[in-house]
């Protein structure tokens, strides 16, 4: 049995590198709708559409453009691009796009200097590759389930969190992805309240 928990925690993949998360659910009729988290609002932000002009101008003075007009944090990860081999203010980048989404702009943009970004906390980081999984993964994290279905408490997490948490598809045709799971934690790695949900169910 314990094999079987093992392979099935396994399964289930954390895909970093601000991919679209589930939304969080309709609010009923009467109840108040809840305050979007950090990471609801960046995705909103990156789903938007937009027009983009930027020639020659550096990478942190865009950034700093595009925080203010959509009114979230963007922090450029300057000790890796300095450990990169780059000044950060002296990375000009070159972007002409009509009616694209954030996400295509800000990808293009950055990926002038092979970097990427991914939601950790209340910011968008950008950063390396590697840099963005580990820091998504080991982000603080709090969560309060109580007989919640593994299915729907993954849901939740990864639209609060931002981060994709994909169900192998054996676990979900098994519907051992429907078994709740019941845990409060507070001050956690992302990662590891994943591996707690995982076994629980």
Do not use: H
């Not at 969190?161 to 799971?181: C, F, H, Q, T």
């Amino acid at each position: 049995m314990r094999s079987f928990v093992s392979r099935w925690c396994a399964a289930l993949l954390l895909t970093a590198l601000a991919l679209p998360a589930s939304a969080a659910p309709a609010p009923k009729a009467g109840e108040k709708p809840e305050k979007a988290s950090a990471a609801e609002t960046i995705k909103k932000a990156l789903d938007s559409t937009n027009n983009f002009d930027f020639s020659g101008v550096a990478l942190p003075a865009v950034l700093n453009t595009l925080a203010e007009q959509y009114k979230i944090n963007i922090t450029l990860d300057r000790t890796v691009v300095q450990q990169m081999g780059f000044d950060p203010d002296s990375m000009a980048v070159e972007l002409k796009m009509k009616e694209g989404k954030m996400r295509s702009a800000l990808r293009a943009l950055v990926g002038q200097y092979n970097l990427t970004f991914a939601t950790v906390g209340d910011t968008l980081l950008i950063t390396t590759e590697e840099i963005a999984v580990y820091r998504q993964l080991k982000q603080r994290v709090a969560l309060d389930f109580d007989s919640v279905p593994l299915s729907k408490a993954t849901k939740e997490m990864s639209a609060k969190y931002g981060v994709n948490v994909v169900i192998d598809p054996r676990a979900v045709k098994s519907k051992a992805a429907e078994n709740v799971v019941t845990l409060q934690v507070d001050d956690v790695p992302f990662e590891a309240a994943i591996r707690l949900m995982c076994e629980m169910a």
